[in-house]
């Protein structure tokens, strides 16, 4: 029988309902139960095949992807999007059509956010969003997996965000604790709030879960009383040419020990990353008593294997 989330695209956590979130989460712990008991192989993907495409490089994606597909008995094949014709201008909805009638998923990680909709009108298969310029929703699911290990219910914490909230990790991060009731502050200069599309949506979940939503200025004001303190790049993959521009704008935002001392004592600190010492977070801090940042890289494989076989199975 099709589970709730069978032959579905993952785009946005906004294609995801609040119970759906959950039901990540919890096959999530469940898989990640018997890993830890020794089942590393569970073929529930036996004879199926995704497609992995890169646009940008990838470290933690990349691998953990690979490996949950063939955890799961399946078998991933990756691609640069310059080694398809992709790259070579054939249009995103060609390559769409042509990949659903040899792999049983596509996921890819793009520029822009619109290659995915385009992927996803045309294939037959899910469309998984590994990174786009708008959001990265397996980010924002380990992240409130791991959230959840460490600190219990989300919808008792304050999570708060702190750095360039209009990327793609916060706009999920954003999304995610909406969805599941809890307070979310995010601490950025007001050009780099989150964009107003994502904004709308979260608000709109907020609604029907009781999570309340805050935007600030001031990083010292939002990180008072923080249970998890987040941030990520000032400069994400493909703004390279506003560097210099984010770089000053964001200097306040540097997540340091003095910072970290406004939150709760037992607050922790998470990062997406890769990291950038000096810039966004200190040594002291990713590598101090606050960080969860190894725990939350590794559940990146829990839950992407469980989103592979809820949409796949
Ligand atoms: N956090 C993350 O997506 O890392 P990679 O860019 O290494 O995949
Ligand atoms: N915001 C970062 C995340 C990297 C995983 C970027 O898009 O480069």
Same mark, same amino acid.
């Given at each position: 029988?099709?589970?709730?989330?069978?032959?579905?695209?993952?785009?946005s956590i906004n294609d995801l309902s609040p119970e759906e979130v959950r039901l990540v989460l919890d096959e999530a712990r469940a898989l990640k139960l018997r890993f830890y008991a020794g089942e590393r192989i569970i073929p529930v993907l036996r004879g199926k095949t995704i497609a992995l495409i890169f646009e940008k490089p990838s470290t933690r994606t990349r691998v953990s992807m690979?490996?949950?597909a063939l955890q799961l008995g399946a078998t991933p094949l990756v691609f640069n999007r310059n080694e398809l014709q992709l790259g070579r201008g054939e249009p995103v909805k060609d390559t769409a059509r042509v990949l659903s009638r040899y792999v049983d998923a596509i996921a890819a990680r793009v520029y822009s956010h619109r290659s995915l909709v385009e992927m996803a009108a045309y294939a037959d298969v899910p469309v998984i969003n590994m990174l786009s310029d708008l959001e990265h929703p397996l980010q924002a699911l380990a992240d409130a997996l791991t959230i959840i290990e460490k600190k219990g219910d989300l919808s008792r914490l304050k999570v708060v965000y702190v750095g360039d909230?209009?990327?793609?990790?916060?706009?999920?991060?954003?999304? =995610?604790? &909406?969805?599941?009731?809890?307070?979310? =502050?995010? &601490?950025?200069?007001r050009q780099l709030w989150p964009r107003s599309e994502i904004l709308e949506a979260a608000k709109l979940a907020a609604e029907e879960t009781g999570a309340a939503i805050e935007l600030m200025e001031d990083p010292r004001e939002a990180v008072k009383g923080a249970d998890v303190v987040y941030t990520d790049v000032w400069v994400s993959m493909g703004e390279e040419a506003e560097a210099e521009e984010r770089r000053r704008l964001l200097q306040p935002y540097q997540v340091n020990a003095e910072l970290m001392q406004l939150a709760r004592r037992d607050a922790i600190f998470m990062h997406c990353l890769p990291a950038h010492r000096s810039e966004e977070v200190t040594e002291e801090v990713l590598e101090g008593r606050w960080s969860v940042v190894w725990d939350q890289a590794e559940n990146r494989l829990h839950v992407q294997k469980a989103v592979?076989?809820?949409l796949l199975s």
């Open positions: 029988m099709p589970g709730p989330l069978s032959g579905r695209d993952l785009l690979e490996v949950a909230a209009r990327n793609n990790v916060a706009h999920s991060l954003l999304l =995610v604790v &909406a969805k599941l009731g809890g307070h979310i =502050v995010m &601490a950025a200069p592979l076989s809820l």
